[in-house]
């Protein structure tokens, strides 16, 4: 039976931790350690039949959005065997250049459920990688895992983690990650420890806390914003941690319930009109996989 409609959440990835660990030898690359998580909170895709391929963006971020070559669903298309006769929409919720991997999010949810539509594997996941650091983990299909390396060793964790509420809160302003990389030290820091098990989300953020995100320091320096939207957070009533997600602006506030978050995210959006403001929840879903 062909398949009229298919529609996903593409969602939004947290940093929790982030180490970096030194250099890449042959190229330069930044090799870290992270702590990955997804959200309840994303992109939305959908894809139907349509004579010829096209793509077509709508939502609140969508006017910063490339709508040809640049954008990463396009380029994963073009590890198909072959264009699909589709068409896909994506309403853009998640800021762009945010630390949230929204791009990365978008083009594996879109080859996800391409999979499912029936174009076939991949023909060349060898070149899955150059995407961007954060595809391999979106593609995984756990919704957390360590990664490491540039980003393309990925580890679903053992056990799941606890019922963690997110405020992400960002000042709406783009923060190039590759400006970020250029001025981040490298100071002899250590590695990320294995994730044990928790049996709260108290118990998880002590863990937290004890890690870091190695990349705030000069996505501060790229964005002074950074500051006060982590300053807003730690002072939320009930905000166990706050910390920058990927190379920012986006950065996180834990908290045990759903209502404290989206109590917290009420008063951030009365006090910072400007900013955007999001109460979520970690996904305990598994993700689409697509086929090897």
């Known amino acids: 039976m062909t398949i009229a409609k298919i529609e996903a959440i593409a969602p939004a990835k947290v940093n929790l931790a982030l180490h970096v660990l030194g250099k890449r ?18 992109d ?19 006017n910063d959005v490339p709508k040809g070559g640049e954008n990463l669903i396009v380029k994963a298309i073009d590890l198909l065997p072959s264009k699909p006769q589709t068409s896909i929409q994506l309403t853009k919720n ?10 990365s999010s978008d083009a594996a949810t879109a080859l996800q459920l391409l ?39 990925v580890q679903g964790l053992s056990d799941p983690l606890p019922e ?34 928790f049996r709260s989300v108290i118990d998880f953020t002590a863990w937290l806390k004890e890690q870091r995100n190695d990349l705030e320091a000069a996505a501060i320096h790229c964005c002074g914003a950074i500051t006060e939207v982590l300053s807003a957070l730690r002072h939320c009533q009930n905000c166990l941690l706050a910390r920058m997600s990927g190379s920012g602006a986006t950065c996180f506030g834990i908290f045990t319930h759903a209502s404290t978050a989206a109590a917290a995210a009420t ?7 400007n900013w955007w403001i999001v109460p979520t929840v970690l996904t305990h879903k598994t993700a689409r996989q697509i086929p090897s």
């Open 267 to 273: 008063r951030l959006q009365r006090a910072h009109p």
């Open 94 to 103: 998640i800021p762009v250049e945010a630390g949230l991997g929204g791009g």
């Open 115 to 153: 999979a499912e539509w029936g174009t076939g594997p991949i023909s060349k996941p060898q070149y899955i990688h150059q995407l961007g650091a954060d595809v391999p983990v979106c593609l995984h299909g756990q919704p957390a895992a360590r990664v490491s390396g540039i980003g393309e060793h």
């Open 25 to 42: 030898p042959e190229d330069g690359y930044h090799l870290i350690e992270s702590l990955v998580v997804f959200t309840d909170f994303g």
């Open 164 to 197: 963690t509420h997110l405020v992400l809160a960002n000042p709406n302003i783009a923060v190039s990650t590759r400006d970020v990389f250029q001025i981040t030290k490298l100071p002899p820091e250590a590695p990320l420890p294995a994730v044990p098990s």
């Open 44 to 62: 939305h895709l959908s894809i139907s039949a349509s004579p010829t391929f096209a793509f077509d963006v709508s939502g609140p971020f969508a």
